[in-house]
């Protein structure tokens, strides 16, 4: 069977700075592998693309190295929106960490939080990683100022009840769900289960959130699947203080398909393609209709041994997949194919 190309707007690529967790290449082609065409870079690497220059070398490093296309995020700080007029046209998004995570980002000033939202005056929308009440403190200040906001990895009931209304109102807010949080609870984290491979901000949530997730995927309420795809090597989650963050590129749509086919809360195959190709397209302004994927129907034992992402490992490892990805298209090239990348470095295009 052929779909359109994935699109990821919310993954981790590590480079520059954290290039022994991932780098612009092995992200990539685990994006092919997993049938993503089409990711946006997150900004939190350990010298943040939060400046002019940074986004410049990081878009060069980029250009030389990625096998699929790669669009940025840019990282807002309580100081820098004065460069927006710059930065808008070069970028997919303005990306805002206003909770407890991995990297240098993280305010919660209200001061801060204003700058961004007086600041940031765009159809490009500012994604947010915020939790609990923050996502209703930023609601309000999209329906104050006009704002087009997208809650990232939203993961609770409550959460996604605030989304509701806001859309019953017309604002213009969009959320995403990961793979992990419609997978895996809170007691997956146990320590006798994945311990600190299940460790990521926002944390795993109660079966009755997982729940609430899935109808939100059937009845429209959450717009798209972003994997989060945020690698970390063994050794840092094994260390004292394992960093939150989990890699999912390669094991989202085969976990979905599998769930899809077995007809879980009623999500069709029509339903997943809108989730996690053609709407993360739309929101973000990706490329439409230039590459495909062939899978195959057959189900599958998800092992870190298959992996491509450098990390080599999953939260997921013997779960059951479906829907293996075996060969990915993009403008008519054939760029994967049974687990061998084809593409060479730097064939990929930033887009914006
Ligand atoms: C992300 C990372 O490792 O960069 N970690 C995570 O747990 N999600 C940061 C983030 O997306 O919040
Ligand atoms: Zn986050
Ligand atoms: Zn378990
Ligand atoms: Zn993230």
Request: with cysteine; proline share 8%.
């Amino acid at each position: 069977m052929k779909l359109p190309g994935l699109a990821d707007p919310h993954v981790h690529l590590r480079e520059p700075g954290s290039e022994d967790k991932e780098d612009f290449y092995t992200g990539t082609c685990a994006a092919l592998a997993g049938g993503y065409t089409a990711l946006l870079d997150m900004p939190n690497n350990p010298q943040p693309t939060s400046s002019l220059e940074a986004l410049e070398y990081k878009k060069q490093l980029a250009a030389a190295k990625i096998v699929c296309d790669v669009g940025f995020n840019f990282g807002a700080t309580p100081i820098n929106a004065p460069l927006y007029p710059q930065v808008e046209p070069q970028v997919a998004a303005l990306k805002v960490y206003l909770g407890e995570t991995h990297g240098p980002l993280v305010f919660g000033g209200l001061e801060g939080m204003l700058s961004v939202f007086q600041g940031w005056n765009s159809p490009r929308p500012i994604m947010i990683h915020a939790e609990g009440p923050i996502v209703a403190a930023t609601i309000g200040l999209a329906a104050l100022y006009d704002r087009r906001i997208h809650i990232c990895h939203l993961s609770k009931r409550d959460e996604l009840v605030l989304v509701r209304a806001a859309k019953e109102r017309g604002l213009k807010v969009t959320c995403e769900v990961a793979p992990h949080h419609l997978f895996l609870t809170s007691e997956d984290a146990a320590p006798d289960h994945l311990g600190p491979y299940g460790h990521m901000s926002p944390a795993l949530q109660s079966g009755a959130d997982l729940d609430a997730l899935w109808q939100g995927l059937a009845d429209g309420a959450v717009d798209m699947i972003a994997t989060d795809h945020a690698p970390h090597t063994r050794a840092e989650k094994e260390g004292p203080k394992p960093p939150f963050g989990v890699p999912g590129l390669e094991t989202a749509f085969p976990l979905l398909y599998r769930a899809v086919k077995q007809g879980r809360a009623g999500v069709t195959l029509d339903r997943l393609v809108d989730l996690m190709a053609l709407v993360p397209r739309r929101v973000f302004g990706l490329p439409l209709g230039d590459s495909e994927i062939e899978i195959d129907d057959s189900e599958f034992v998800i092992s870190s041994e298959n992996l491509l992402t450098k990390c080599g490992w999953t939260p997921f490892e013997g779960q059951l997949g479906r829907g293996r990805v075996r060969r990915v298209w993009l403008r008519g090239q054939l760029v994967f194919e049974d687990g061998r990348v084809l593409a060479p470095p730097g064939s990929g295009r930033v887009l914006f």
